[in-house]
């Protein structure tokens, strides 16, 4: 006979192997962007934003329309300002991701971008007045000597441009971030559908055309359809699971392995100043992240986690 709370212990370990390996699995399709943008043939910055943007958000919106029905109008409605915030910086972001990829080494990008948390801490405590804990303060300092180094790196290398860009996608995480916890109870999967049309109507008004050829089009529509959608969707399903802060920590994963792939991939190896300024940045992260989870509690639900959850409008979403 099984001991009292046996079971509870055996679902709740369970549903924690679940949030792993749902993270893990989102980030490793996140990190395929690098690779994958590298074996294009001809397709510009902007084609690509369209196609990937625009299969994200027909994936999406199919998605939304099978679950509300008749109500997928009143889900759009009731995302309010927050979820317009969401939608542009997200929107926004994905194009200045597209970019930075192309412009500067995949390390070099992806580098610089994870520290979003920390900028996300930085404005929380600003828009939302939420508490900086010192151990955050001191991460800061030291990923902006690690960012500080990979800058460096850039002009060195001719890169500087990339480097600069890649903080344009890491302003918008935190914009986003900071727009999910202000909206509270609302469900954001609608604003972040938007986010997707938000980029493919950037990419249809710059690009010259939307011609590209067959190998082009299919890699773009595997970063649509796998990449974006399948990466941010499993990330989200993992949240229902673990808390906020090992979320974070476990999607670190996509920061570690995009720069193997292209290396394998492509042999772009990245300059020792990158992966010295990059070890730097990914520590102040992991170290944040450690701290959160030592705070929270590794076993414990997300109670912090991210409104963006499915859910029917008006629900608690992730």
């Known amino acids: 006979m099984n001991p009292p709370g046996a079971a509870p212990a055996r679902r709740s370990r369970f549903r924690r192997a679940q949030g792993v390996a749902f993270t893990l699995t989102g980030a490793s399709l996140l990190s395929l962007a690098g690779v994958t943008l590298r074996h294009m043939e001809s397709a510009s910055g902007w084609q690509i934003l369209f196609y990937r943007s625009g299969t994200f958000f027909v994936v999406v919106v199919l998605y939304l329309v099978i679950r509300y029905r008749s109500r997928v109008a009143a889900a759009f409605l009731q995302v309010g300002t927050p979820g317009l915030v969401v939608a542009f910086s997200l929107g926004l972001g994905s194009a200045g991701y597209v970019f930075a990829l192309l412009l500067t080494t995949v390390a070099n990008a992806l ?17 939302l007045r939420e508490r900086v804990r010192p151990a955050t303060w001191a991460a800061m300092t030291v990923a902006l000597t690690g960012i500080a180094l990979m800058v460096a790196n850039g002009v060195q290398s001719g890169r500087l441009l990339g480097n600069i860009v890649a903080f344009g996608p890491t302003l918008s995480f935190a914009l986003m971030i900071v727009a999910l916890r202000k909206a509270g109870d609302r469900d954001m999967i609608p604003a972040i559908c938007l986010a997707g049309l938000v980029g493919a109507g950037l990419g249809l008004g710059m690009a010259e055309s939307l011609v590209v050829s067959r190998h082009d089009l299919l890699l773009c529509l595997f970063l649509g359809v796998v990449q974006y959608t399948g990466g941010f969707v499993l990330l989200a399903l ?6 906020a802060a090992e979320v974070a920590l476990l999607a670190m994963a996509e920061i570690v392995l995009a720069p193997i792939w292209v290396w394998i991939g492509v042999g772009e190896i990245p300059a020792l100043l990158t992966v010295v300024g990059g070890t730097v940045v990914v520590f102040a992260v992991v170290a944040q992240a450690l701290m959160g989870l ?9 109670a912090d986690a991210l409104p ?5 409008p008006g ?3 992730r």
Do not use: D
């Open 315 to 317: 629900s608690k979403v």
């Open 308 to 312: 963006i959850r499915p859910g029917p």
């Open 238 to 243: 993992g949240a229902r699971f673990l808390p």
């Open 111 to 127: 580098f610089i971008m994870s520290a979003a948390p920390l900028l996300t801490a930085l404005l929380g405590w600003l828009v």
């Open 294 to 302: 030592r705070t929270q509690g590794v076993g414990e639900p997300p």
